[in-house]
């Protein structure tokens, strides 16, 4: 695939525990990343500072990304939280995925219309979206 969007624990997984990313989201992620682009949403830095302020993850994952977000020779890019992404919000289904910051990334992909990768559960019951683990 030439363009995905990946959810924060991928972010988490590709810049600091890449043995959790199974297979084919290990090659779906190098894939974009070699032949496309992988977009991140805002959102998902804005979950790794809280994170990392929690003692949950490392402070390299953040600063991994973010080097790849600032250099141009790579795939990695921002996905802005715009008004579009926001009123995809409404068709993420609040009972399926209660979590804002999932429903933000799922609206992301949905709005884009571009798979995402995630190895969240509630997202994959999605219906509206591709999903891929």
């Known amino acids: ?22 297979k084919l ?18 959102i998902v830095l804005v979950e790794l500072v809280y994170l990392i302020e929690k003692n949950r993850i490392p402070a390299d994952v953040l600063n991994k990304l973010r080097e790849a977000l600032d250099d141009d020779s790579t795939a990695f890019r ?9 009123d995809e919000i409404e068709n993420i289904d609040r009972s399926i995925v209660a979590d804002m910051p999932d429903r933000i990334i799922a609206a992301t992909a949905r709005h884009l219309g571009l798979p995402l990768v995630t190895s969240d559960s509630d997202l994959h019951n999605l219906t509206n979206i591709e999903t891929i683990w």
């Open 25 to 42: 989201a290990e090659t779906t992620v190098d894939e974009a990343a070699e032949k496309g682009t992988v977009l991140v949403p805002s």
């Open 78 to 86: 921002l996905a802005e939280l715009t008004r579009g992404v926001a």
């Open 1 to 22: 695939m030439d363009e995905i969007v990946i959810d924060t624990n991928i972010v988490i997984f590709y810049f600091g525990e890449f043995s959790r990313l199974t």
